[in-house]
């Protein structure tokens, strides 16, 4: 059905031009298809282990890693906030090495249902799989910011983007009048 209003038409400066969109970043590719494929090893896993053992067993197993990982994570988080509390009252910087981060880390897959996240969050509570991951995790930060640059350098170059998709670093002054 016509009203017989005419489409408008614009001329073509007046349209912007479908800009090219930006890449998406493999993050956002393959995330969203690694977890999909987490999730359905997790349910194949199970469901071997139901088939094998009875769903009870398998209904014991997630409640007992839920425990498990409820106690660790609570026992790293009492024991982070000791280091804390010692720390501030000697006013000094941290001399106790890290590893509550990975053991709360370690407590949290053990919690989260699954056979494979059980295994990863007890591999994690480990303590030579804990320094691994630590030096790990301390080579790749140092590389980055090697070639990144520090922190502070990020938010002192501030970046104006143009809507021609050039970068120009600088300042933004506003004058307020």
């Known amino acids: 059905m016509t009203t017989g209003a005419p ?3 614009y001329p073509a400066s007046a ?3 479908p800009s090219a969109r930006p890449r ?13 494929g987490w999730l359905v090893l997790e ?11 009875g769903g009870f067993t398998v209904f014991l197993l997630l409640l007992a890693g839920f425990l498990l990982g ?11 906030f000791q280091n804390l509390n010692e720390t501030l009252q000697r006013g000094t910087a941290p001399t106790k090495g890290g590893g509550n981060g990975l053991m709360m880390l370690g407590g949290l897959l053990l919690m989260i249902p699954g056979l494979a996240t059980d295994a ?9 799989v804990q320094k691994a991951v630590t ?6 930060l140092r590389t980055a910011a090697a070639t ?3 922190l502070g350098d990020a938010f002192q170059q501030a970046r104006i983007h143009r809507p021609d998709g050039k970068v120009v670093p600088g300042e933004v002054i506003r004058d307020e009048r």
């Open 43 to 53: 349910i194949w896993l199970l469901t071997v282990v139901a088939g094998a053992a």
């Open 7 to 9: 489409i408008p038409t």
């Open 148 to 150: 990144q640059g520090s």
């Open 120 to 128: 990863l969050g007890l591999l994690l509570l480990l303590p030579p």
């Open 70 to 80: 409820a106690v660790v994570i609570k026992r790293a988080g009492r024991r982070a």
């Open 24 to 36: 998406r970043s493999r993050l956002r590719t393959f995330l969203p298809l690694g977890l999909a």
């Open 15 to 17: 349209s912007a031009a």
């Open 135 to 140: 030096a790990f995790a301390e080579r790749k």
